[in-house]
């Protein structure tokens, strides 16, 4: 069963010095449907909807029919929302009316656009366009692409000059469960807290990266299985002990962990079998646990 949300609506203004003219501007999508899809907003109103009469339309059940409007005054680009029943979000806050800045991100329903403008936009949209063959659209992580190109560079690197290399897969524990409780749009809250509260955690020189659904995968260059097991713990501890809370419900978060290292018969494929077969292992022994 899924919760109604009560909904607070929380007015954000830019301030006036952040305000972006209002002409070359454009929404790219990059995360949903339609991946890189560049809509300009050239036009003085643009519906963001589920119907088919939207200038942006998004087929999903959580987009109301005509759930947001963009205004171009000339001067600047306004969101503003059309009392839709989940929301519109810019940066991860429900907002009301919003004056929108360069680099600003848009949720609606599950889609997520980034709002560029300035004078070169053109350059600006091909730039995250090759963001985006490297990193995660929801999450703002590596993605699986990029993980499996540095995992084979890092295998290679490891053998070659006889370096510890370890690899952790973990997944959030009965996530269709969130899902299905909570709904998808609070799954998705879940799956980019989870990254942030991760990625603080890990050195500059580990690759933290975002695996499958709600599956993710850190690299440890020159760690052993010793230290990478004991880290593997820490994370599931701070995940554990983190506060997941989408709009006024909390939501209790866990996850099983794998950890391999590499040894010298192995390539990436190898490791990363090895891996998830510790990971499954941690799934079996009841989840919330580590195994390696």
């Given at each position: 069963?899924?919760?109604?949300?009560?909904?607070?609506?929380?007015?954000?203004?830019?301030?006036?010095?952040?305000?972006?003219?209002?002409?070359?501007?454009?929404?790219?999508?990059?995360?949903?449907?339609?991946?890189?899809?560049?809509?300009n907003?050239?036009?003085?109103?643009?519906?963001?909807?589920?119907?088919?009469?939207?200038?942006?339309?998004?087929?999903?059940?959580?987009?109301?029919?005509n759930?947001?409007?963009?205004?171009?005054?000339?001067?600047?680009?306004?969101?503003?929302?059309?009392?839709?029943?989940?929301?519109?979000?810019?940066?991860?806050?429900?907002?009301?009316?919003y004056?929108?800045?360069?680099g600003?991100?848009?949720?609606?329903?599950?889609?997520?656009?980034?709002?560029?403008?300035?004078?070169?936009?053109?350059?600006?949209?091909h730039?995250?366009?090759?963001?985006?063959t490297?990193?995660?659209?929801?999450?703002?992580?590596?993605?699986?692409?990029?993980?499996?190109?540095?995992?084979?560079?890092?295998?290679?690197?490891?053998?070659?000059?006889?370096?510890?290399?370890?690899?952790i897969?973990?997944?959030?524990?009965?996530?269709?469960q969130?899902?299905?409780?909570?709904?998808?749009?609070?799954?998705?809250?879940?799956?980019?807290?989870?990254?942030?509260?991760?990625?603080?955690?890990?050195?500059?020189?580990?690759?933290?990266a975002?695996?499958?659904?709600?599956?993710?995968?850190?690299?440890?260059?020159?760690?052993?299985?010793?230290?990478?097991?004991?880290?593997?713990?820490?994370?599931?501890?701070?995940?554990?002990k983190?506060?997941?809370?989408?709009?006024?419900?909390?939501?209790?978060?866990?996850?099983?962990?794998?950890?391999?290292?590499?040894?010298?018969?192995?390539?990436?494929?190898?490791?990363?079998?090895?891996?998830?077969?510790k990971l499954?292992?941690?799934?079996?022994?009841?989840?919330?646990?580590?195994?390696?």
């Open positions: 069963m899924t919760n109604v949300r009560s909904k607070t609506v929380v007015t954000v203004i830019s301030k006036i010095s952040e305000r972006p003219v209002g002409k070359d501007a454009c929404l790219v999508v990059i995360y949903g449907l339609e991946l890189g899809r560049k809509f907003l050239e036009t003085a109103n643009v519906i963001i909807g589920r119907s088919s009469k939207s200038e942006i339309q998004i087929d999903q059940e959580s987009v109301s029919r759930h947001a409007k963009i205004i171009n005054t000339g001067k600047s680009i306004i969101l503003r929302d059309l009392g839709s029943t989940n929301g519109t979000y810019v940066n991860d806050q429900l907002i009301d009316e004056v929108l800045r360069d600003d991100f848009l949720k609606i329903g599950r889609t997520i656009f980034k709002f560029l403008s300035g004078g070169n936009i053109e350059n600006a949209y730039e995250e366009i090759y963001r985006l490297t990193v995660d659209g929801l999450t703002q992580i590596f993605n699986r692409r990029y993980f499996l190109e540095q995992l084979d560079r890092e295998v290679s690197r490891a053998k070659r000059y006889r370096r510890e290399l370890s690899l897969l973990f997944d959030i524990d009965h996530f269709k969130i899902n299905d409780t909570f709904g998808h749009l609070a799954g998705d809250y879940v799956l980019k807290q989870l990254a942030t509260v991760v990625k603080g955690k890990i050195r500059r020189e580990d690759i933290l975002r695996y499958g659904g709600e599956e993710f995968a850190i690299v440890l260059p020159e760690i052993d299985n010793t230290n990478s097991s004991a880290f593997a713990d820490k994370v599931r501890k701070i995940v554990e983190a506060p997941f809370k989408f709009e006024d419900t909390k939501i209790s978060v866990t996850v099983s962990v794998g950890v391999g290292t590499c040894v010298e018969a192995d390539d990436a494929a190898a490791l990363i079998k090895r891996t998830d077969e499954y292992e941690a799934k079996n022994a009841g989840r919330n646990c580590v195994r390696g």
